[in-house]
């Protein structure tokens, strides 16, 4: 499976949060899976930290580099995407999200179970 983790679940992740479901553990962690971190995610992350909505460990660069993870850079066919998903969403990180799995053929792993209204490319981890 190729996987796009939504922000919550890569800060939980990283942080080894009990509020990251055991199926998204095992998910992640599946060899045969090749998980993806967005562009969008780390935009997302920097942009509350820095207004104070977030705090991150002091180690929070370096836990990430450490993950075998795949980076999903932001490509012009993704916004394109973006403005053709119906407003079952109005949070523009996860709207672009939703847009990147579906372009890139990625299933997003999150626990917001709002995003499920998206269909297929959406998978809710509990």
Same mark, same amino acid.
């Given at each position: 499976?190729?996987?796009?983790?939504?922000?919550?679940?890569?800060?939980?992740?990283?942080?080894?949060?009990?509020?990251?479901?055991?199926?998204?553990?095992?998910?992640?962690?599946?060899?045969?899976?090749?998980?993806?971190?967005? +562009?969008?995610?780390?935009?997302?992350?920097?942009?509350?930290?820095?207004?104070?909505?977030?705090?991150?460990?002091?180690?929070?660069?370096?836990?990430?580099? +450490?993950?075998?993870?795949?980076?999903?850079?932001?490509?012009?066919?993704?916004?394109?995407?973006?403005?053709?998903?119906?407003?079952?969403?109005?949070?523009?990180?996860?709207?672009?999200?939703? +847009?990147?799995?579906?372009?890139?053929?990625?299933?997003?792993?999150?626990?917001?179970?709002?995003?499920? +209204?998206?269909?297929?490319?959406?998978?809710?981890?509990?």
């Amino acid at each position: 499976m190729r996987i796009l983790l939504d922000t919550h679940l890569l800060l939980w992740w990283l942080e080894g949060s009990p509020s990251l479901s055991a199926q998204a553990r095992e998910l992640i962690r599946d060899p045969d899976n090749t998980v993806f971190v967005s +562009a969008v995610s780390l935009w997302e992350i920097w942009l509350k930290q820095s207004l104070g909505k977030l705090r991150l460990p002091v180690d929070f660069t370096g836990r990430l580099a +450490a993950e075998s993870f795949e980076s999903l850079p932001l490509l012009a066919s993704h916004p394109r995407q973006v403005s053709l998903l119906p407003w079952r969403h109005r949070d523009p990180f996860d709207r672009m999200l939703i +847009a990147q799995a579906q372009v890139e053929k990625l299933v997003l792993l999150t626990a917001d179970e709002a995003l499920t +209204a998206y269909g297929a490319a959406v998978h809710l981890a509990r």
